[in-house]
């Protein structure tokens, strides 16, 4: 079996977010343990799959997932479950299950490489298992500590990525997919006192830079993505259903994706599912500096990206002296006439399907 490797900084943590892991009741006051990893109930599959060719594992109209998956169930006077890994299949949920009705779903999704040094690695997971609290937490699911969920996705990983991603498939990869639904079979809006988190390891297409760069289209003036007090910072299916309209047009009419924009300033925040980053050069009176500039955190309106913070990390420590990063609101206006001025450089895109690409053509309907 290859060693897998995790590629994270350690970091610890502190008394304040240990804290934070647990979950209230349903009466708001006792406290419930996170699950544990070590306590994970292995069930193997009796009936193994064979490995599809990469061409065709991405081919058909079905998501191609792995032997196994874990799952752990939670309830608000028992708290959570021992994990177990099992043969991967259906879900068991009724029809009056509060996913179904009220969304209170949310999901990560990060990748596990088959590297040319035939090693298996994950990149980051951690700040996708912090990031997935935080989603948990907008939609008044259950709590849980990262670090156990990051154990179970090693797991998982362990278990199916040396079948899954054979050592001759240098550069191939597997998308791992965490995600935690309410299950409470009662109609009614209110916090779900049941829930369900399951981990699936599948097959995703490769979106490499299209063929003549991406297409961008601004969203309608009708539609937005995100707001201020909303849950744009959160990875929920709440973000995803209603943006599917425009971006169809937007592909009808041969483009990429939308381009989200917010406000009647027309503030630029993301493109499609993806964070959004422009370099382009200062006006001659600023000093004519070239910049990484993209839609800042703070006010909640997209997606803490971990490829986003990688970006910036990366330029950061390597490009410093010749690239200034700036994390600010800007206007499409602003895009528009840096455009004109000849001083937008490129555009590109970030996120964890996708490898991040140029953006070649730089207009703007």
């Not at 792995?66 to 177990?84: I, L, Q």
């Not at 937490?137 to 362990?158: M, N, Y």
């Not at 899954?164 to 997919?177: A, D, H, K, V």
């Not at 009808?252 to 422009?278: H, K, M, P, V």
Request: charged share 20%.
């Amino acid at each position: 079996m290859a060693p897998l490797l995790v590629s994270h900084p350690s970091s610890q943590r502190g008394s304040q977010e240990k804290e934070d892991l647990a979950a209230p009741t349903s009466n708001g006051n006792t406290r419930v343990a996170t699950f544990e990893a070590s306590k994970l109930i292995y069930n193997y599959t009796a009936s193994p799959r064979s490995v599809p060719d990469e061409d065709n594992a991405c081919s058909g109209p079905d998501t191609i997932c792995t032997d196994h998956m874990v799952t752990c169930t939670w309830n608000a006077s028992k708290g959570w479950d021992f994990p177990e890994l099992k043969e991967y299949g259906p879900l068991a949920i009724m029809p009056t299950a509060s996913v179904l009705h009220y969304a209170t779903e949310c999901f990560e999704g990060l990748k596990v490489f088959r590297g040319f040094d035939g090693k298996l690695r994950l990149f980051r997971p951690d700040c996708n298992t912090q990031r997935m609290l935080v989603s948990t937490k907008r939609i008044a699911l259950p709590a849980f500590d990262p670090k156990e969920l990051e154990k179970l996705i090693l797991t998982l990983v362990s278990v199916d990525g040396p079948k899954w991603l054979p050592r001759e498939r240098q550069g191939s990869f597997l998308y791992i997919r965490p995600a935690i639904i309410g299950t409470q079979p009662q109609l009614g809006v209110q916090t779900s006192k049941q829930a369900m988190l399951f981990i699936t390891a599948s097959f995703n297409p490769r979106m490499d830079a299209p063929v003549g760069g991406m297409r961008l289209h601004t969203s309608p003036e009708d539609m937005v993505r995100a707001w201020v007090g909303g849950f744009g910072y959160a990875k929920v299916g709440a973000n995803y259903g209603p943006s599917l309209l425009a971006t169809q047009e937007a592909r009808d009419r041969g483009f990429s994706q939308i381009l989200w924009l917010y406000g009647r300033e027309g503030y630029c925040t993301e493109a499609g599912a993806s964070n959004f980053f422009i370099i382009w050069r200062t006006k001659a009176s600023e000093n004519g500096k070239l910049q990484l500039l993209t839609a800042p955190l703070d006010e909640r309106l997209i997606l803490d990206g971990v490829t986003r913070r990688s970006v910036i990390a990366l330029v950061r420590e390597r490009l410093t002296e010749e690239l200034e990063i700036v994390e600010r609101t800007y206007t499409i206006d602003e895009v528009i006439e840096a455009h004109n001025d000849g001083r937008l450089v490129e555009a590109f895109v970030s996120g964890t399907a996708v490898c991040t690409y140029n953006t070649s053509d730089h207009s703007t309907p």
